[in-house]
Structures are given as C-alpha cells and as structure tokens.
C-alpha cells in the first residue's frame, strides 16, 4: 500500500487530499498450443511470485501440456475456438486483477523480463511491450543474413508509426506478443483480431487512443522445441489487412466495450 497526496484549489483555497492508493494487480497468462517441450524448460524460471494471479489459456494441446499444467495446480482456462486472439480476449474475461502479461513458452521469451512489465504497469503505463527490435534487444533473426521476419515486421512498424503514433516516442516493435496491458486498456481498445493480429491490431489502437505505451529491450531465444503455427506468408497478408482495416476505421476504434 502507498500513501498519495493530491493538492486541489477549490475556491481560492487549497485542499490537501491525502488517500490510500491500491497497488495494481496483474495477471500472468500462459499461451499454449502444444507448447510441451517449453514448459517442462522454462517453468522453473518463471518468477511467480513477482504475479497476483497466473492462468494457462490453452488452445487445446493434446501433447501432455494440460497435464502439465494440472499437474503443477495452475489453472487451465478453456479456449473454444483456436487462435491467439480469441485466447487474449478469453484471458481478458477470466482475469480478476488489473492488468495483464501475457507469455508465451514457446522459448522465444525470456521468463525473466516478467517483473519488468510489472514494474512499468505498476507506474502507470497502459501498454508494455517487450521490443525485439530497439537498441540493445535481440532478435530471433539476428544471427541470419536475410532476416525476412523481422524486416517485414519493421516495415509494418514503421507504416503503423506513420500513420498513427502522435507521441514522440517510437514504438520498435508493434507486433511482439510478449506484452502487457491494463485490462481497462484493453476493454477500450478491444481489439477483435482472430490470429496473429491481435498484437498488432492492439499496438495501433493504443496509439490512435493516445494510450502510454512503454518498450524496453528484450533477448529472443529461439523457439525450444514443438512448432510454430504462424506461417510467414498468410499471416503478412492478415497483417496488412489489419492495417487497412485500421485505416477504414479512421483515427478512432469504435470497437471500444464498455465494461
Ligand atoms: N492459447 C493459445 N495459444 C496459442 C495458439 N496458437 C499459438 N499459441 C501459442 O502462442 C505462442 C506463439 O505461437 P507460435 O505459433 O510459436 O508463433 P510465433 O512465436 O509467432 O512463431 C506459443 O506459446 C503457442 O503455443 C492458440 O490458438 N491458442
Ligand atoms: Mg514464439
């Protein structure tokens, strides 16, 4: 618990507000598909204690990664239909705390960043990314010469920051899944992305809202064992049409919920 003052003029005098602030919650929300081999790796890294409240959504493994979980007593939320961004908004709806971190097991993130977007929604931000692209981060790509991935991210980056970002602040990495969000944020945003938009989709909204949005640079490791679903070539094309989409919308998301 902290103690806040507030200094408010009302008529000519000065009022001293003092209040009992309460410190925000978060929520640490596992992303799975088949993410066996990740989990059993990196469980133990994952710093639980620094969380409120820690959830798998699972998109329904059948390699051992449920039993896993249940094993260990961590809850398994049910995702019925596939897709990252159904299983963001089903976290959205199972949370009981004030922000989200969502993390993915698959080995590109680095369990140890998990206090840093604690750290950073605890100050206030709305949108915390974890960057693969800014000064002193790695990218998963780095060690290729022709790094495909991670250019055609930068360039959908650099389009999204063109268009929408008033802040003068840069934003590196719009697409990294690796973030953490304040459900108000969220709620407002909404974003309805079914796959591998959402992140996106969420990135540019926050901009078009004014949202604080903070980055700071992270490590990718590569992927630990299993296999990824994000096939390069379709989810570019779902990418771009995320950002027309946008670009219909106008400057504002009428998709915001009122919750
Ligand atoms: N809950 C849930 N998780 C998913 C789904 N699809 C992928 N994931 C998880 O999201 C993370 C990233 O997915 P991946 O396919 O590796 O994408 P990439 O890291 O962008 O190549 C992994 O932890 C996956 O297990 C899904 O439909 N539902
Ligand atoms: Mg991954």
Known sequence: MTISTA???TG????RLTFWEKPLRTSLIILTLNEIDGVRALHDQIPFHRVDEVFAVDGGSTDGTREFFTERGIRIVEQP???RGEAFRIAYEAASTDAMIFFSPDGNEDPADIPTFVE??????????????MKGAVNEEDVDVFRWRKWANQTFTLAANGVWNRSSEYVSDTING???ITK???AQLWPDSDGYTIEYQ???????ARLRIKEFPTNEGERIGGQSYARS???GLRMLRTFGRELLLGLTSPDSRSS
């Open 7 to 9: 200094i408010r003029p």
């Open 12 to 15: 000519g005098t000065i009022v």
């Open 81 to 83: 239909s596939r897709g």
């Open 120 to 133: 950073y929604l605890t100050q206030g931000y709305d949108l915390v990314i974890a960057s693969r692209m």
């Open 178 to 180: 690796y973030r953490g």
């Open 184 to 186: 108000k944020a969220f």
């Open 202 to 208: 969420t990135s540019i909204r926050a901009m078009k």
């Open 233 to 235: 070539l379709p989810t």
